[in-house]
């Protein structure tokens, strides 16, 4: 589905920080078919990764890896990135970075929940976010794994104007963001089963189309399956690691 303009507290973003990017914006180019767009050293070698000529994610540099796993970071579009981060600081939640300006394509600031997982702000002007979405090789879901979910729903809902609907799914209790009439989003609870050091996050999610091919196609490339594959209602998934341990999903959706 191409993406002309994203509703404010819409998901519009997904970027990560790698401590290669070039061999990691290989290694995601070959697994979903994205061309890989250097922005030159005045962007501090951000890559945009597009399909079909459309952005569709972003690549950049981090100072140093980090120990454990990464995960991609989900950009929130917002009309005003300085009110929402004050907004953001009112409910609880903490701003780690700006909101600075990015050239002309926009504006960002990075942020934390109460419960500790990254979340970003983009209020877009030349660059709007993912131009596709819930295709093959594009982001379609993001999901959020906190040990608080009732503190997380509170922070959501005062910030973005989201709703967490209870719902089962594979068997499992969820909860769904919602925002308005449209599901944008989920939430699961980081459990004692889940491993100590995990931290909470939010996982994105990108569509393939067939996930028994891109699973063999990411353990080729040097990537791993964590966990699954899973069947379930929206569909068949995995979350998977690449090379250097960044962490995301990926789902064949039902039908």
Sequence with gaps: ???????????????????????????????????????GPDAGGYR???????????????????????????????????????????????VRAGPVDVFDAGRMALCADPTGADIALWQAREHLGSGTVNEPGTPCWHELATRDPERATEFYSAVFGWEAVARQIGGADYRVFRLGDRE????????????????????????????????????????????????????????????AWAVFGVIQPAG
């Design 48 to 94: 945009v990764c597009t399909l079909a000529g459309r952005p569709i994610a972003g690549i950049g540099p981090s100072d140093e890896r980090p120990p454990g796993p990464t995960f991609w970071t989900t950009y929130v579009a917002t009309t005003s990135a300085d009110s929402t981060a004050e907004a953001v600081r009112g409910a609880g939640g903490q």
């Design 1 to 39: 589905m191409e993406i002309t303009s994203y509703r404010p507290g819409t998901p519009c973003w997904v970027d990560l920080s790698a401590p290669d990017p070039g061999t990691t914006s290989e290694f995601y180019a070959e697994l979903f078919g994205w061309t890989v767009h250097d922005s």
């Design 184 to 243: 944008i989003g989920g939430m699961i609870r980081i459990g004692e089963d889940w491993p100590a050091e995990v931290p909470p996050h939010w996982l994105a999610y990108f569509a393939v189309a067939d996930l028994d091919r891109s699973l063999d196609e990411l353990a080729r490339l040097g990537g791993a399956v964590l966990n699954g594959p899973h069947e379930i209602e929206p569909g068949r998934f995995a979350v998977v690691r690449d090379p």
